[in-house]
T-cell receptor
Framework: EAQVTQNPRYLITVTGKKLTVTCSQN?????MSWYRQDPGLGLRQIYY???????DKGDVPEGYKVSRKEKRNFPLILESPSPNQTSLYFC??????????????FGDGTRLSIL | AQSVTQLGSHVSVSEGALVLLRCNYS??????LFWYVQYPNQGLQLLLK??????LVKGINGFEAEFKKSETSFHLTKPSAHMSDAAEYFC????????????FGIGTKLQVIP
């Protein structure tokens, strides 16, 4: 089954304790992206990757890091989490390439609470 | 930079009534347009998309949307609301050029009243 898998689904942690949210897709998609969803703000893009070893900032990259060492994986790293990063996070993937008109496939989300 | 405006963060309709969720975009070139639906505690699912060709697009669950270039709009409609349509709906645009950036609207929560 084609899917985007995020882990963990829920996490409560404390300020400053490094954490990683994993994202894996099994569709051989080149494009992967991370979003955060906050009430009244919709989905805002954090980082995206056009392919392996190619990443770029989205609209709200501060406080986050990503890496793309393999095509299927795109982890989101919070080196020193702060309470303003409490949010619902989504990973998404799609085919890439110029003129690509394909929709994104989304994971089920990760709810992070940072105390 | 492109932007997406969804008018009305909350919309209430009676069961059986018309659903109309509005989406306007700003883009220098016609982008690709999508509507996604999010049910509680789930990720986003594609409802429908417009890329090229016919401007009236049909999606799943009886939804459709019409691309109007002159109005830079892509409003979502359904003739008769069902209780199961209660969810949050997001309009999104994707660059048709090289960078593939996707921009989402803030979402519209649809409430269906019995």
């Amino acid at each position: 089954e084609a899917q985007v898998t995020q882990n963990p689904r829920y996490l409560i942690t404390v300020t400053g304790k490094k954490l990683t949210v994993t994202c894996s897709q099994n569709m051989n998609h080149e494009y992967m992206s991370w979003y955060r969803q906050d009430p009244g703000l919709g989905l805002r893009q954090i980082y995206y990757s056009m392919n392996v070893e190619v990443t770029d900032k989205g609209d709200v990259p501060e406080g986050y890091k990503v890496s793309r060492k393999e095509k299927r994986n795109f982890p989101l790293i919070l080196e020193s989490p702060s309470p303003n990063q409490t949010s619902l996070y989504f990973c998404a993937s799609s085919p890439s390439g110029r003129g690509n008109n394909q929709p994104q496939h989304f994971g089920d989300g990760t709810r992070l609470s940072i105390l | 930079a492109q932007s997406v405006t969804q008018l009305g963060s909350h919309v209430s309709v009676s069961e059986g009534a018309l659903v109309l969720l509005r989406c306007n975009y700003s883009s220098s070139v016609p982008p690709y347009l999508f509507w996604y639906v999010q049910y509680p505690n789930q990720g986003l699912q594609l409802l429908l998309k417009y890329t090229t060709g016919a401007t009236l697009v049909k999606g799943i669950n009886g939804f459709e949307a019409e691309f109007k270039k002159s109005e830079t709009s892509f409003h979502l409609t359904k003739p008769s609301a069902h209780m199961s349509d209660a969810a949050e709906y997001f309009c999104a645009v994707r660059d048709s050029g090289g960078y593939q950036k996707v921009t989402f609207g803030i979402g519209t929560k649809l409430q269906v009243i019995p």
